[in-house]
């Protein structure tokens, strides 16, 4: 799992750091609250992101890109998760779906990603496999000089915004589980099924797609026949897993700023003191900040060990989701709960990044399969086989 490209943990690529808070003041964070409140897709945002080159981001240079690693885009979904979960999440996808096509995708796919004005994302969870993604169910068959793809897309970030979709499907004849497609989101047969209406991220357009005889050329496979699941393991899902971590880690910085800043701000009149006066309230905050700060120190830990190709990278890969995933649930929890009644308003921003916040633990791999693969991983086990067991839906 180290063959992605790294840089240093947690940071991100000069002027791109500069660009990225200039989107996020002037575009993302004055949406933000209606992109939660209406659940619509962060369209202005994702395309100030584009202008700016960040959705360029980790493109190479031999296409028009600046080459920035997995640091970098980590850097760039933490940021924004703190301010627009949806919008992290949309990115998040994009990177993970830039990945497989930099390594095995076409020149001209490249260059209009590095261009900055093309969306991509995944689409592999299936609604007869579920969160199971190593287990597309959806077909794809050859016809002549062409592939006719069938399958019902369960979860798609951006379904029908993206401009391209990373596709898994059975394999055309050969041996393995799963092999990679690029697809373009307006090819015929393909229905986008929404609109999304969830809990949190509720601009990220996670929707069903329905793909009935969608014919795309042969050419349009990512790596050999069968060999998606190995594509991945060794390319996809670490960048999944670590910006996924990130996402999580963004959250909570977010979650307890605002906690400190209800601690600072608000007075007790009848004993003369602020909320930061009381113990109790101190000991909590206290115990948040740690519980940020581990999963931060992890994810960093994370990126470190990709980039010295530490032995232990790999494990590492496979923790970082589910640590940050839960701390982001704990710390969720624990600011609502300091915060109080003030929490529950809108105005406070504290219930929106709760419920942004639940969403990474249920996100395949759900945090029970990926615990079932470091056991396995530390077992000396396979890494799949078996991996259902226990696996929430």
């Not at 584009?50 to 640091?71: D, Q």
């Not at 760039?76 to 995708?105: D, K, N, P, Q, W």
């Not at 059975?170 to 989101?185: C, N």
């Not at 905050?285 to 931060?296: G, S, V």
Request: hydrophobic residues 45%; charged residues 20%.
């Amino acid at each position: 799992m180290s063959s992605v490209s790294t840089a240093e943990p947690g940071t991100g690529t000069g002027d791109h750091v500069a660009a990225l808070e200039s989107v996020i003041d002037t575009v993302i964070a004055p949406n933000a609250a209606e992109v939660d409140r209406g659940g619509t897709y962060p369209r202005a945002g994702i395309e100030a992101l584009g202008k700016s080159g960040l959705l360029a981001l980790t493109s190479a240079p031999e296409v028009g890109g600046p080459g920035a690693g997995l640091g970098a885009a980590a850097h760039v979904v933490e940021r924004l998760a703190g301010v627009c979960g949806s919008t992290a999440m949309v990115v998040l996808m994009h990177y993970a779906a830039t990945s497989v096509i930099e390594a095995h995708g076409p020149e001209d796919l490249r260059r209009a990603i590095a261009g900055g004005g093309h969306l991509t994302t995944l689409a592999f969870s299936e609604a007869g496999s579920r969160s199971h993604f190593w287990a597309p169910v959806g077909t794809a068959t050859a016809e002549g000089g062409m592939v006719r793809l069938r399958a019902q897309k369960s979860w798609v970030t951006a379904a029908g915004e993206a401009d391209t979709y990373v596709w898994s499907s059975r394999p055309l004849d050969g041996p393995g589980a799963m092999t990679l497609w690029t697809v373009p989101s307006n090819a015929a047969g393909l229905t986008v099924q929404g609109p999304f209406d969830g809990l949190g991220l509720r601009g990220n357009a996670s929707n069903p797609i329905a793909a009935e005889d969608v014919q795309i050329p042969v050419s349009a496979m990512l790596g050999g026949d069968g060999s998606g699941m190995d594509i991945a393991l060794h390319t996809i899902l670490p960048t999944f897993l670590v910006l996924n971590a990130a996402f999580s880690v963004g959250v909570m910085e977010s979650l307890t700023d605002l906690a400190l800043q209800h601690l600072t701000r608000t007075k007790l009149t009848h004993l003369g003191e602020i909320l930061a006066d009381q113990p109790v309230a101190r000991a909590d905050f206290a115990r948040l900040r740690i519980r940020a700060d581990e999963a931060k120190a992890f994810l960093h830990d994370t990126l470190g060990a990709l980039q010295a190709e530490r032995a232990d990278a790999a494990l590492r890969v496979l923790q970082v989701k589910a640590v940050a995933a839960e701390a982001a649930s704990e710390v969720a929890d624990g600011v609502m709960r300091l915060c109080g009644g003030s929490a529950f308003r809108k105005e406070l921003g504290v219930e929106r990044r709760f419920r942004d916040a639940l969403a990474a633990r249920v996100m395949a791999p759900t945090t029970e399969a990926l615990r079932d693969f470091v056991a396995r991983a530390c077992l000396g086990r396979p890494l799949l086989d078996g991996a259902r067991d226990g696996e929430g839906a």
